[in-house]
């Protein structure tokens, strides 16, 4: 029988090897760490490649005497030299969006607004997993929404206003839990609100103005708790406003105008949003009373009840000091007794018949 055989490390063997398997992992660290400069080093390259005009001669700085981590608009990592930070903004850029920006792996914020970018978001945005805010506003861009980003799950600001998108809002939106500010103003959206929209539970903001959205705000919408301003300002959307939405304590902003909502405001509206200041609802089909809980609403700032079905008596609006601007459609004799704050009344599109009353001559600053 041949006795066993052993591997035997004496003490010098074994240092030796560790010291090679130290070598190899730091090698091949930085190795890796190297082949991933040099992606976001080409991929910086290609973005100023598509970028046709740069009046201000910003990207000027981007070239081969300085390492790329001090380019304009780009920040990195100090641990890895990665590019996290990408902003161009208001530099009156020309071109488009690289495809090449998917590569910027370690890419955190990508901000490009205010420029003249045009066509479609490249649909590699959706490999940028790391990806915290996207700011895209005020460029010329095109396409249906771009539905690379629902990929990006740790997303939390959204900003595309003031573009040329269209098509519907995709279900897949519901992915992005993290998100926190979701701004599609000014586009040409249309069709309805995915019910998907009730699962970012951390949505803070909700701004979808100035669109062609159509159908019913979902039930669900009212389900996100940490929701503080919703606009759905200038859509075609229509039906009652959902209960669930009337009792979100945390909203401070409110503007539904210029839509085809309907329906009756319930009576302890203004008791169930104690945060609100902003109320817009002008350009409605509302009907039925003003609700007297307006009465307690103290910290309202903004009230535009005008253009609706409204009937019945306007509640004493006298003990609201904080208001800045009111539209109710006519001229109710408690005026006079609101705050010298007020510096602006509006009453156009209704028909004023009553006479102006005396008290309005207490408002100083009107």
């Given at each position: 029988m041949q006795p066993s055989s052993y591997l035997v490390f004496s003490p010098s063997n074994m240092s030796s090897h560790l010291l090679c398997l130290f070598f190899f992992l730091f090698t091949s660290n930085t190795v890796a760490s190297a082949l991933g400069n040099e992606s976001?080093?080409?991929?910086?390259?290609?973005?100023?490649?598509?970028?046709?005009?740069?009046?201000?001669?910003?990207?000027?700085?981007?070239?081969?005497?300085?390492?790329?981590?001090?380019?304009?608009?780009?920040?990195?990592?100090?641990?890895?030299?990665?590019?996290?930070?990408?902003?161009?903004?208001?530099?009156?850029?020309?071109?488009?969006?690289?495809?090449?920006?998917?590569n910027l792996s370690f890419l955190r914020v990508l901000s490009l607004q205010r420029n003249n970018l045009h066509g479609h978001v490249p649909q590699t945005i959706s490999r940028l997993f790391r990806l915290r805010a996207l700011a895209l506003a005020i460029n010329n861009l095109v396409g249906e929404f771009p539905i690379g980003v629902t990929n990006c799950s740790k997303l939390q600001r959204l900003k595309l206003t003031s573009n040329h998108f269209g098509g519907k809002i995709p279900m897949e939106i519901g992915s992005l839990r993290n998100l926190e500010r979701f701004d599609l103003v000014s586009n040409n959206f249309l069709g309805p609100i995915p019910l998907s929209m009730g699962n970012l539970s951390s949505l803070v903001l909700l701004t979808v103005a100035d669109n062609n959205l159509e159908g019913h705000i979902p039930d669900e919408i009212g389900h996100l708790k940490n929701l503080v301003n919703i606009s759905l300002v200038s859509n075609k959307m229509s039906g009652k406003i959902p209960h669930s939405?009337?009792?979100?304590?945390?909203?401070?902003?409110?503007?539904?105008?210029?839509?085809?909502?309907?329906?009756?405001?319930?009576?302890?509206?203004?008791?169930?949003?104690p945060n609100l200041k902003i109320i817009e609802l002008d350009g409605n089909q509302f009907s039925g009373p003003i609700p007297t809980s307006i009465t307690t609403a103290f910290g309202l700032q903004e009230v535009d009840f005008s253009i609706n079905n409204f009937v019945g008596q306007v509640p004493n609006l006298g003990s609201l000091q904080n208001l800045l601007v009111i539209e109710l459609g006519h001229l109710p004799n408690f005026m006079g007794n609101l705050s010298t704050q007020l510096t602006m009344l509006l009453f156009g599109g209704n028909q004023i018949s009553r006479k102006v009353p005396a008290e309005l001559g207490n408002l100083v600053n009107k």
């Open positions: 976001d080093h080409l991929a910086l390259i290609k973005f100023k490649e598509s970028i046709s005009s740069d009046p201000f001669g910003v990207l000027s700085t981007w070239n081969s005497s300085t390492h790329f981590c001090n380019w304009h608009g780009v920040k990195c990592g100090s641990k890895h030299q990665r590019v996290r930070e990408l902003t161009l903004d208001s530099y009156n850029l020309q071109g488009s969006i690289s495809p090449y920006v998917g939405l009337w009792n979100l304590s945390s909203l401070s902003g409110l503007s539904f105008a210029m839509n085809q909502f309907e329906g009756s405001l319930p009576s302890n509206l203004f008791s169930n949003l």
